[in-house]
């Protein structure tokens, strides 16, 4: 393996405290309080924030409750003006809130920069939107009546957030959530408390602009998992969005379903790619080591299992191990540098766990070693490729670092088999040339994932399509398409415009 030189990283702090100061934010914010605001770059602490507690939950919802009352009979394209300054805000601190992902959740420039975009064209979308929340006219049995579907703003709307998109998840609902009429409470990750504080002060400032967006529109509520419960369990909050793990959503999804409330899940994810034999190898290189290795391995749609088959395993294996052997882990903030830090500790630990258990069930690793980046509080790691038996062990579990499994297939069918026989559902691709291969692996008898592409990896998804996944993933979708039906209700409207009663089915029902 190419042993490098790492730069030693530092200086974390301080670039906190300047970009926090160019984003409007007030340093005071770190002065104290239960969530350490720490950069995986250097593991260095830049201070601490205060945190709710869940009994402050319940003024929160009630403000943001009166708020909604009052936002939903606004109509909506004005509403969508509120979403369209949101939108100019995002574009003029692009630069400095992306530094601040990079800062604060260890994503590399690029992808820093690319998660504050995604905010950006959701707003783009919303805006959109705002003319478009349409319902049917649906054709009716009786006479002189008409039959149609209108949507209403649903209210208050929880979201609960992960460390690894720390700011696009709230934009992905928010700017639904506010184009539909209702109101937002967030929780953050309390490993990414600061670039929520950066955006909440961009929505302050387009809120301001708006003029007259009421009070309690949109509220941050930093806590730990008790804060997130309190929102999952208060009856004035009709749906919660929550992303993170499959252990967060088993216990959220039963609280909710308590209640008879809604809930969109976006959960763990364990994405596979399947490399046909007619595959396009120059291509299906790059598109895997973006998704197992981008954003260190850290995405709900990173690339977890690679099914090859067995006429091209060699070759591809032979291309990839020198790409993980190669790739530029360090300093995510340096050009060149293509894998940044693991979030913390316990991500490293559970990397190692499964590296020992996969070698345990006869896989053979690659990689996967910490890098000495001269900082013990930041956990760097080369990216791990594992040749495994068969799918087995840890392949089943989603380990939220970089490692990729690669097993070998014979036939399609044990591909595709392969592909869904794990219990999570969110992403899935096939590299293919052959039509008949891509066209089976989406239709019915295919990918049973919320997300299943060909010649393309599985993660980097555009807001335009709706995004999530099934099974052990949750069934939520979110974003582009038709996922704003969720944030809103239905109501099925029947008017009689006649003299005459008809009663549907032909009912006779006769008072003389
Ligand atoms: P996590 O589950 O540890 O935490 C996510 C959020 O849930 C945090 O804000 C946390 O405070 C909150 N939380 C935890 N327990 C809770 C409870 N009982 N009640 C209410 N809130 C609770 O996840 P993480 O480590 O921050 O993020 C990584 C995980 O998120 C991975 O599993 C990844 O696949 C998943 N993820 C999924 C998607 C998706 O769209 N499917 C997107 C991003 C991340």
Known sequence: MREEAMTAV??????????????????????????????????????????????????????????????????????????????????????????LVTLEAGKILSEGLGEVQEMIDICDFAVGLSRQLYGLTIATERPGHRLMETWHPLGVCGVISAFNFPVAVWSW???????????????????????????????????????????????????????????????????????????????????????????????????AAIVAPSADLELAVRGIA??????????????RRLIVHEAVADRLLDRLAAAYRSVKVGDPREAGTLVGPLIDKASYDGMVKALAAAKAAGGTVIGGDRVDVGSGDAYYVRPALVVMPDQAGPMLEETFAPILYVVRYRDLDQAIAL???????????????????????????????????????????????????????????EAGSDSWKAYMRRAT????????????????????
């Not at 941050?220 to 804060?227: E, F, S």
């Not at 499959?246 to 959220?252: D, E, F, L, P, Y």
């Not at 409207?493 to 003389?512: E, H, K």
Request: hydrophobic letters at 45%; glycine letters at 12%; one cysteine or more.
């Open 173 to 271: 609902n928010a700017a639904l959530a506010l184009v539909c009429g209702n109101s937002v409470i967030w929780k953050p990750s309390e490993k990414t408390p600061l670039t929520a504080i950066a955006v909440q002060a961009a929505f302050e400032r387009a809120a301001a602009k708006f003029g007259s967006a009421p009070d309690g529109l949109s509220i941050l509520a930093q806590g730990h998992a008790d804060v997130g419960q309190a929102l999952v369990d208060h009856p004035l909050v009709p749906l919660v969005s929550a992303t993170g793990s499959t252990r967060m959503g088993r216990a959220v999804a039963p609280r909710l379903a308590a209640r008879f409330a809604r809930a969109i899940l976006e959960l763990g994810g364990n994405n």
């Open 10 to 99: 530092s200086g974390t702090r301080d670039d906190v405290l300047a970009v926090l100061d160019r984003l409007g934010v007030d340093r005071a914010v770190l002065a104290g309080g239960d969530i350490v605001a720490r950069s995986p770059i250097d593991g260095g602490e830049a201070g601490r924030v205060t945190t709710l507690s869940a009994a402050d939950v319940d003024a929160l919802v009630r403000k943001a409750h009166a708020a909604q009352l009052a936002w939903r009979v606004v109509p909506a394209p004005r509403r969508g003006e509120l979403v369209r300054l949101l939108g100019e805000e995002l574009r003029a601190v692009r630069t400095d809130l992306g530094l």
């Open 290 to 303: 973006f998704a197992a290795m981008g954003t260190a391995g850290q995405r709900c749609t990173t690339l």
């Open 419 to 477: 592909q869904n026989g794990v219990p999570q559902g969110l992403a899935s691709s096939i590299f293919t040339t052959d039509m008949r291969e891509a066209e089976t692996f989406m239709s019915p008898a295919g990918s049973d994932c919320g997300i299943a592409n060909v010649n393309l990896g599985p993660s980097g998804a555009e807001i335009g399509g709706a995004f999530g996944g099934e099974k052990e993933t949750g069934g939520g979708r």
């Open 493 to 512: 409207n029947t008017i009689n415009y006649s003299r005459s009663l008809p009663l549907a089915q032909g009912v006779q029902f006769d008072i003389g």
